[in-house]
T-cell receptor, first 111, second 114 residues
Framework: NAGVTQTPKFQVLKTGQSMTLQCAQDMNHEYMSWYRQDPGMGLRLIHYSVGAGITDQGEVPNGYNVSRSTTEDFPLRLLSAAPSQTSVYFC??????????FGPGTRLTVT | DQQVKQNSPSLSVQEGRISILNCDYTNSMFDYFLWYKKYPAEGPTFLISISSIKDKNEDGRFTVFLNKSAKHLSLHIVPSQPGDSAVYFCAARLGSSNTGKLIFGQGTTLQVKP
């Protein structure tokens, strides 16, 4: 099993650009989530999904969009990138909301 | 409003000694608590967890203690090893098993010196 994969590993965007961070898992997990990690802030939940077709907001959802059309994939869309969205983004999946498996992360810089 | 707090950004201990990482929370509705470990340039990995109906859970060198009245969680690592050097996040679950959210603390960087 590849586990949780994220692409790209690194990305630089200009303010106002949009992009999609990809996340895929091959463990047939129902629960998937996106977090961002910022210095001194820990991991903050952006959006999560409890199954295909079902998504909900986390702690910091503004500026991000998600959809879950399949069990395997959970892409995160930045609608109009802002410097405040410079961060490391982690996707995770699990059978439940706890004991999640995390991907390696995407480091995003918005200039 | 930080519902899960790790007030010590860093901790340094000698190899072989005990490492104690602390975590405080404010929401009494949390029903499950976890510790994750993170190495640089990698995603966090699950380490150990405890249900709110217990006060202790042990797994090898790692023990998690929960004091519900104080809303305090701690992770003990005995004995500490250099490979334990990493960032440790505590997390708390709000909601049911398959729909709940995990709320993370800010993290504590542990350095174990040989």
């Amino acid at each position: 099993n590849a586990g949780v994969t994220q692409t790209p590993k690194f990305q630089v965007l200009k303010t106002g650009q949009s992009m999609t961070l990809q996340c895929a898992q091959d463990m047939n997990h129902e629960y998937m989530s996106w977090y961002r990690q910022d210095p001194g802030m820990g991991l903050r939940l952006i959006h999560y999904s409890v199954g295909a077709g079902i998504t909900d907001q986390g702690e910091v959802p503004n500026g991000y969009n998600v959809s879950r059309s399949t069990t395997e994939d959970f892409p995160l869309r930045l609608l109009s990138a802002a410097p405040s969205q410079t961060s490391v983004y982690f996707c995770a999946s699990g059978d439940y909301s706890y004991e999640q498996y995390f991907g390696p992360g995407t480091r995003l810089t918005v200039t | 409003d930080q519902q899960v707090k790790q007030n010590s950004p860093s901790l340094s201990v000698q190899e072989g000694r005990i490492s104690i990482l602390n975590c405080d929370y404010t929401n009494s509705m949390f029903d499950y608590f976890l510790w994750y470990k993170k190495y640089p340039a990698e995603g966090p990995t699950f380490l150990i967890s405890i249900s709110s109906i217990k006060d202790k859970n042990e797994d090898g060198r790692f023990t998690v203690f929960l004091n519900k009245s104080a809303k305090h969680l701690s992770l003990h690592i005995v004995p500490s090893q250099p490979g334990d050097s990493a960032v440790y996040f505590c997390a708390a679950r709000l909601g049911s098993s398959n729909t709940g959210k995990l709320i993370f603390g800010q993290g504590t960087t542990l350095q174990v010196k040989p």
